[in-house]
């Protein structure tokens, strides 16, 4: 059973333009929300956070939006620069607890 | 240079033949825990720990075991691998546990025929 959920498998976008990656997930117990960034043959790099007691986070081009009654969490990098493709995770932290449940990822392309 | 260390990159191995899979960290880390990638499920944890002699169960830990002796140090062993054990391995720390930035070693790729 899959909680942290991202229903696309890849995405496109032009250079310049926003990339939005979407993560939903099915429990209420999960307390913190992050997302981790992968380039090939590399392990994944932290990206951004977002505590559920918010509901945006913004560092640079990067914000994470969280919308707790629907249970959905968006990442938005605006402009999107070549560097940004990558296979983008989200994770999730179980309130209280130590283990993390990651989505299956995003491969992300930017096209010049 | 703060990294985690994982070793060995690549490992080809048998069915049943113990090994370990190292990893360490250099920046005197609390939480350290180790992951599986495969295709269509992402990054599923495998085991953690809090501190030295404190471990604990992630979401797949079955056909694994791990170790704290010492805080820098928390190696995967497979006592008897099976193919279904062939995966993508990542080791992780951060300073406060899972909802501090976690720092991942490089992977390491094992294949058990």
């Known amino acids: 059973d899959q909680q942290v959920k991202q229903n696309s498998p890849s995405l496109s976008v032009q250079e310049g333009r926003i990339s939005i990656l979407n993560c939903d997930y099915t429990n209420s117990m999960f307390d913190y929300f992050l997302w981790y960034k992968k380039y090939p043959a590399e392990g994944p790099t932290f990206l951004i956070s977002i505590s559920s007691i918010k509901d945006k986070n913004e560092d640079g081009r990067f914000t994470v939006f969280l919308n707790k009654s629907a249970k959905h969490l968006s990442l938005h990098i605006v402009p999107s620069q070549p560097g940004d493709s990558a296979v983008y995770f989200c994770?999730?932290?179980?309130?209280?607890?130590?283990?993390?449940?990651f989505g299956q990822g995003t491969r992300l392309t930017i096209n010049p | 240079e703060a990294q985690v260390t994982q070793n060995p990159r690549y490992l080809i191995t048998v069915t049943g033949k113990k090994l370990t899979v190292t990893c360490s960290q250099n920046?005197?880390?609390?939480?350290m825990s180790w992951y599986r990638q495969d295709p269509g499920l992402g990054l599923r944890q495998i085991y953690y720990s809090m501190n030295v002699e404190v471990t604990d169960k992630g979401d797949v830990p079955e056909g694994y075991k791990v170790s704290r002796k010492e805080k820098r140090n928390f190696p995967l062993i497979l006592e008897s691998p099976s193919p279904n054990q062939t995966s993508l391995y990542f080791c992780?720390?951060?300073?406060?546990?899972?909802?501090?930035?976690?720092?991942f070693g490089s992977g390491t790729q094992l294949s058990v025929l």
């Open positions: 992780a720390s951060s300073f406060g546990g899972a909802r501090e930035k976690l720092f």
């Open positions: 994770a999730a932290r179980f309130q209280g607890a130590q283990k993390l449940v």
């Open positions: 920046m005197n880390h609390e939480y």
